[in-house]
Structure formats: C-alpha cells, structure tokens
C-alpha cells in the first residue's frame, strides 16, 4: 500500500471579483440618480442615495463572504495534509502493519497472536472509508502503543471526514470498571464518537441479546464500512490470544444483527457525571452553589446521609474551610446537564494529602431509586489520580465514619486501606466516630489506579 503524499500548492492572489465590479457600479449609478433633479423632495433623494449605498455594500458583503469561504477551504486543504502527514509517519512506525493487503481479499483469514490482531486492526481502520462499529470487551489491550494509533487514526478519520461514523459499545462487567473508563469515553464523545456502555450480565441476561450472542464468533468485535468484520478472541481474563479477518455478507449480518440491538440497549455515556477542576479563582462562586444544596431536594440530606451535613453546614463547610487555603485543589462533579453533583478536595502542600468528597443531596446512592450513578465513587478514583499525578505526592489518606459500611467499602475499591482502630472526634461538642484510611503511591501504581483503557 503507498503511504500517502503531499502537496504544496502557492494560492492564487484574490481576484477582483465580478460581484464587486458590479457593486461599485451599482452604486455609482444610485448615487448620480439620486442627483438628478427629478424630485423636489430632497428627503426622498438623500433616501434613495443610501439605498444605493446599502444595496453596494450588500453586494460587496457577499464578495467577501465567498473570498473567506475559498480561504476556509484553503486552510481545510492544508490542515487535510497535516492529517496525511501525520498518519504518514504513524504507519512508517507501524510499518509491519502496512504489508497486509491480503485483508481486504474474500475469504477468513486467521489471526494467530495479538501482535497480528492489532496490526490487522490498524490497517483496517486506516483503510476505512465512512463506518467503523465495534465493541471493546477486552480488559487490557491499551497497555500499548497500537491502541493509542488506533485512536489516533479514529480521530484523524472523524476529523478530517465528517461524515464518517464511528460507534462502539464498551462492555464491562461492573460499574467500578465503567467509573475507570468514564473519562476515556467523554473524551471520544467530544471528538464526534459515540460511545454507550453496557454491563455483560445484562446481555446474558437479555433473551434477544443472548441469543443472537450465540452467533457470533466473540463479543469484541469490530467491522469496517460494512464489508468485513475484525474479531478477537479473548481467554478466560479477557486478554486478546488471536482473532479473524472475516468476509461474506451472511458472516457479517450475524455482527451487524447483534451490535444493531446492543447498540439500542446500551446507555449513553452522556447520562454520566463529568469531572473538571475548579481554579482556586472559582472556589469562592462554587461555595456559594454548594451553599444551595442545603435548602434543595427534601432540604438537604435525610435518612442514612443525615450526618453528612458536615460538608454543607453555612460557613464551616469544606469549602468554606480549605477551599482557599494554599495547596488546596478543588473538583467539582457535573452530570451530562452541566448540573454540579458532588465535589472533592484534595489538602496539602508536601507528599501526603487528605482527600475530601461530598455529593450532593439527591444524588446520593439510593436502592430505592436507581439508577445508582456512583459520583462518590467516581469522584474518588478521578481525585486520586489527580493526587498522584504530582510525583512528589506518596500517599493519600482520609477519615470517614465507619457507618454505614458501604462508605468504607467505597474508598476500600479505591484502594485504600484500613490504618487503625477507629477513633474520635468532638464535632458540634459531641463525640464522633471515624475510620482513618490510607492509600499509598506503590499500591495505587500495582493496580489501584484508573487505567484510561477505553481509547478503541
């Protein structure tokens, strides 16, 4: 396959255009008309001269509307070239990738290792014209670079071209593995991707998703502007051992019939909370939001959150204690409605800091009212990495109240670990309980930490 080539081209000085030829004499005419002394009336006259002058400009107006379109198209042309360019030099990386031609031919053609899907998977992808669906079910393939070309080259497609369509449906098998990939999928959703999410427990236990399951060779799958189908097989850890190259219109019907239908069941990442990070300018109006939530929804927390009003209470809230102090970063939670549903901080200056989170009341977990969208658990995991970004930081802790369980077990598949007996505080001149937890750097690196894998 020849990589592709570039050209320079020396653009052509604008012309002087008709439209403009024709404006200036338009209103050369309306002016000397509106001179002749065929009215008395000089109102109307001066009227009908800036008439002319309107209708001139106009004209003109529009002259320089086409000049800026053909300068747009220009800069469309080269930014086009940068793309070829840069995909260029990516396959001359990837060079063994560009030798297998032999993929677009009828037949199947079996893929005996990893190495062999993926550069079957990058090929395809840079020869791909206007659709590309998959799923992504394996648990650790962006552990590599050709994940990482794979999206350059997804981008590349869906920006240079936009009509072409890109749709996947990751697959997970629990909604702690989703909180790790959330990120990863708003990111391609920004770029014009759509991406869904399901859980694989509710394709199993979907009859029309299960059967037409049976069908099909694997659940990670992808095919290629509906003329072939690349398949990975996975072992029993989700990990990719081999695959196929498949052609023939009865194969991918089978693929198209079951992505069809789980495409339909998936939920949008959209519906799920967004994490951005509030400068220490923003702190003080974000306050004043949080400041809010105490007089909404049932007027704050109630039930088994009751006790969380700590993180709102009027001028000794979080915010209002360490917001701005020196060192201190704040995040806030937005759902897909831009609404804000939790927050987080992050205490400190040196190698050890002290996490915070609180989520708004509403939005926290209820049995009784699904969906459960876990923004403390999300929010959680997104701090933390936040926190060991910074290389100078070795360790986070935190304290929570022991109480109800489910508020240790949060932070415990985050990571962190139990450091001790349970002590006590006087909060409001009352004795209060709390768990203190640690999560250090070595055990957030050996598999604690959120690996950004959904980049396919």
């Known amino acids: 396959m020849n990589s592709p080539t570039t050209s320079t081209q020396t653009p052509e000085p604008p012309q002087v255009s008709r439209d403009l030829l024709i404006s200036v004499s338009i209103a050369v005419l309306f002016l000397v008309f509106s001179l002749l002394p065929i009215s008395s009336n000089i109102r109307e006259k001066i009227l009908f001269a800036i008439a002319g002058f309107l209708t001139s400009l106009i004209v003109k107006m529009l002259f320089i509307a086409r000049e800026s379109q053909r300068r747009a198209k220009d800069t469309i042309a080269s930014i086009n070239s ?44 840079y020869r791909m014209k206007s659709d590309y669906c998959a799923t992504n ?45 959330s990120h990863a999928m708003e990111k391609q959703r920004q770029i014009g991707i759509k991406v869904q999410y399901i ?70 990442i959209r519906t799920r909370s967004t ?32 006790n969380m009003d700590y993180a709102l209470r009027a001028g000794v809230g979080w915010l209002s204690k360490f917001g701005t102090l020196d060192g201190t970063l704040v995040y806030g939670a937005y759902d897909g409605s831009g609404e804000a549903v939790g927050f987080s901080m992050l205490i400190g200056s040196g190698d050890d ?6 989520v708004r009341p509403g939005r926290t977990h209820d049995p009784r009212n699904p969906p459960n969208h876990r923004y403390g658990s999300r929010l959680t995991h997104w701090t933390v990495d936040a926190a060991f970004s910074d290389p ?13 369980e489910y508020r240790v077990g949060m932070y415990e598949r985050a ?20 768990q203190a937890m640690a999560l250090e750097r070595s055990q957030w690196e050996r598999g604690t930490r959120s690996e950004d894998r959904s980049e396919r």
């Open 199 to 268: 859980l694989n427990s509710e394709i199993d236990n979907d009859a029309e998703l299960s059967r037409l399951s049976g069908n099909i060779r694997s659940r990670d799958f992808g095919f290629f502007d509906g003329e072939r189908v690349l398949v990975w097989d996975l072992d029993d850890q989700r990990r990719p051992i081999g695959g196929s190259v498949e052609f023939g219109r009865e194969t991918l019907s089978h693929y198209e019939r079951f992505f069809r239908e789980l495409y339909k069941r998936a939920s949008e």
């Open 137 to 181: 079910y394996i648990s650790d393939i962006y552990h590599n670079d050709w994940a990482k070309a794979a999206l350059a080259v997804q981008a590349a497609k869906k920006l240079d071209e936009t009509s072409t369509e890109i749709r996947k449906v990751l697959i997970f098998d629990d909604e702690e593995e989703l909180i790790k990939f």
């Open 353 to 358: 800091r002290e996490l915070y989170v609180a």
């Open 392 to 404: 100078a930081v070795r360790r986070v802790h935190l304290k929570v109240r022991p109480l109800p």
């Open 415 to 434: 990571g962190f670990t139990r450091r001790e007996s349970t002590f006590f505080e006087h909060i409001n001149g009352e004795p209060v309980e709390f």
């Open 82 to 125: 940068k793309f070829e360019t840069v995909l260029t030099r990516l396959f001359e990386h990837f060079e063994p990738a560009i030798t297998y031609p032999w993929l677009l031919t009828d037949g199947k053609h079996e893929l005996s290792s990893p190495t062999d899907v993926y550069r079957a998977w990058l090929y395809l992808l």
């Open 275 to 306: 994490v951005h990070f509030l400068r220490v300018r923003d702190v003080t109006l974000f306050a004043k939001e949080v400041d809010e939530w105490r007089d909404e929804r049932n007027h704050g927390y109630r039930d088994q959150y009751a």
